[in-house]
């Protein structure tokens, strides 16, 4: 039996599951975190009718901390902390997938980010404003998404987990996870893949961060 390779659209819908789950792990774990990155998948929850994977992130460079993470994970260089990201990011699938088996309730969603991102026309690459679109991500991740199970517990800081902007940022994160999982699912990037075209996904992952990054 014959089965389709991963595609270069697939790799970077995966590599923004996995950025999005390292994102959310260093926020729950220290104030030292990437806010550029945080900045690109937050983004990337408002270009819902993007007409392929790489719109999505604005570019291939929206998700290269996420392809450096395919290759640190599928290589030889895996650490316990990366391999927790991953089982973050196979939580994220499961949930898409329950997604996609509630249509009206994804369409209702995708026309609460596009109501966002409207209120926000020209926030991308103005940091100024990711505080207030964090805010309104989070709330509709916990009106949505935290009704839905499995509940993904992200393990951190008992006290960092514990302040308002952390949560709100992570629950932002967790939400662009979900949005490139269900963007994944759509593309045929499916759990054994993870598993089976480990080689595939870090030659394309290679290759999409030296050309055209």
């Known amino acids: 039996m014959f089965f389709k390779q991963p595609t270069s659209d697939e790799t970077l819908a995966l590599a923004g ?3 999005a789950s390292q994102i959310a792990d260093r926020v729950a774990t220290s104030s030292d975190y990437d806010r550029d990155t945080l900045h690109e998948s937050m983004h990337s929850l408002l270009r819902i009718d993007s007409p392929d994977a790489e719109s999505v992130f604005g570019s291939r460079r ?5 392809l450096g993470l395919i290759t640190q994970l599928f290589g030889k260089t895996a650490s316990a902390r990366n391999r927790l990201l991953l089982q973050y990011a ?3 699938h499961q ?4 997604l996609r088996l509630q249509p009206r309730f994804a369409a209702s969603m995708s026309e609460q980010l596009n109501a966002i991102a409207d209120r926000y026309p020209d926030s991308y690459g103005d940091q100024s404003f990711d505080e207030e679109i964090c805010v ?10 935290s ?3 499995p509940r993904i517990m992200v393990q951190g800081e008992p006290s960092r987990l ?6 709100q940022k992570i629950r932002t994160a967790l939400f662009a996870g979900i949005r ?16 089976f075209y480990r080689t595939h996904y870090v030659r394309l992952s290679r290759k999409l961060m030296v050309h055209g990054v």
Do not use: C
């Open 180 to 195: 490139s999982a269900f963007l994944w699912d759509q593309l045929g990037g499916r759990k054994w893949h993870l598993l």
């Open 147 to 149: 009704q839905m199970s």
């Open 17 to 19: 599951v996995l950025q």
């Open 136 to 145: 309104e991500l989070a709330d509709l991740y916990s009106e949505t998404i």
């Open 95 to 98: 949930l898409a997938g329950k």
């Open 62 to 66: 929206g998700v290269i901390n996420g």
């Open 162 to 167: 514990q302040q308002p902007d952390v949560a």
């Open 90 to 92: 196979i939580n994220m």
